[in-house]
């Protein structure tokens, strides 16, 4: 018979290692199987999987949807303000989910969908471009933050939120609702529907959501950050070289970004206009040609320099009547509409200035006419509205002092000669010119 000795307390110690050995292989095979990016997006639905992407849906209603980032702008500014609302909170969970990515070596950021938005008071194109350089606020700050590449954001412009205005007057109860409501769904044109919605109950309703409402769309109101797993191409094998060199190394490739960057919409026609040509169509309407030519400068385009010449000059009757002026001004303008980092659409919103003008005129009419030269200097105030694509109108008044040296004239011998009779100086302070300009939008020509 054939007797087994008890197993002694090392091989116990033994068997016991080798068993947990093969459960930790059995686990790691598991844990290498399972998805890789699962642990960067627990509890944060913001953070989202490349795999699951969804473009911009300007149907869509965001303030309802609980998942996504806000970050909230002041009236009528694009600046980022962490002490204002709730954005210190939001911009710090914003960091923490882009550096739990940036940091993870397996990983990288494929995406940041970031749509700004505007409340509706005010001009169309203004809140388009408001609500686009939020957006681009956020991603500068992010930018400052992390080394993230350009093509790595998508912005997007939503422009004035109706969408998001007509959910909330849905959602609660005032005086005017149902009409708030059918102006909304009725009228297509956003211009209109604010002037109609202003003409409610005496401004009442308007000034009802103004308070209660419009705070709620100045944001960059779609914040979602999407990535995927880094793809790594193994170096190709290395050919065995004869030769007494030494064989260039092989290095790995860096990892490929496809992802292209394909805003809905973008201000890029906005950064091409070269200089601007206008006409006073007052002075047309009085028979005086005229043109401006203007040009803007400085980092955020609040100067601009502006040269004009108008030039009626006609004689008729033989002469006895003439209608000729030349006159050659410069004027330098300081813009008050805020420019944004990005370049944008230029010679819009409100505007001073100082110019200076000279030139000649002779004014005659049947037995009387005077000659002379003048000088002008003087301060401009005004407004520039953008009407078409390429098109500005703008507004503007002048006031200022002129004068000058003159001669005067009379008719003798049936009024067939004019004779000097004598010489005057001409002083004179008050308005001097009242401008309703069409302003063209020249752009640059690039090579291709």
Known sequence: MIKFKPVSGG????????SMLSFLSVLAQQTVTAPLTNHVADNEPALVSYASYTPY??????????????????????EINPDFLNNAATLERMEEMVGRIVNDSILRVRDILIIGMASIEGSYDYNRQLAYDRA?????????????????????SAGE??????????????????????????VSNPWLREFRIRELNNGEVYKYLFDHHFADQRTAGYIRIYYDQVERQAPEPQQEVVSAEEPAPVLEPAPQYAQEYQPVYNMEDDRRWWIAVKTNLLFDAALAPNIEVERWFGKNRRFSVMAEVWFPWYVWRHNSNAYEILTIGLEGRYWFNPSKKRPNRPLTGLFAGVYAAGGKY?????????????????ATIGYAWRIGRN???EASA????????YRHYEGRFD????IWQRNGHLSYFGPTKLKLSLVWLLKERRSK
């Open 391 to 393: 098109l500005n109108l």
């Open 161 to 186: 939120a109706w969408s998001e205005l007509r959910s909330q007057v849905e959602d609660h109860e005032f005086e005017g609702k149902q009409q708030v409501l059918n102006i909304i769904d009725k």
């Open 415 to 418: 009024d067939t000669h004019l």
């Open 398 to 405: 002048s006031a200022g002092w002129v004068a000058g040296p």
């Open 57 to 78: 849906d300007s149907t869509q209603v965001l303030r309802k949807d609980s998942t996504l980032l806000y970050v909230n702008f002041e009236h009528n500014k694009s």
């Open 11 to 18: 091989m116990k110690f033994l068997t016991t290692v080798l």
């Open 136 to 156: 681009l606020a956020v991603k500068n700050y992010l930018q400052q933050r992390f080394p993230l590449a350009d093509d790595v954001f998508e912005l997007v």
């Open 362 to 378: 002779d004014i005659e009419w049947k037995s009387e006419g005077d000659q002379g030269e003048f000088t002008s200097l003087g």
